[in-house]
């Protein structure tokens, strides 16, 4: 996932995915669209395509919301979702729960 970006001098590629997530800040925040429609914006992602794609799809499914994702590493979501998402990211993806801001 996050190896590819990170120099870790040789080590494994776990240890250098996981202290590449630890070194993120993920900010989750809504917007409000057209005829007032909140939407909720995730960013500081991953900008790999097939990484946020897995992300996308997953909540999307867990929060039974449309959205999309775009290539500079934000998700859209359809909805006020803020808590969950973030509640989501921490169990399911494994973010430190201190680097995933909610912005109210």
Known sequence: MVAKELDCGG???EICEQLGREEQIIKIRVDTRKFGKAVTVIEGLPQEKDVLKSIAKTL???LAAGGTYRDDGVI?????HRHRVKEILVNEFGFPPENVIIID
């Open 60 to 62: 999307k499914t867990k």
């Open 11 to 13: 080590l494994p590629p």
């Open 76 to 80: 859209e979501l359809q909805g006020d």
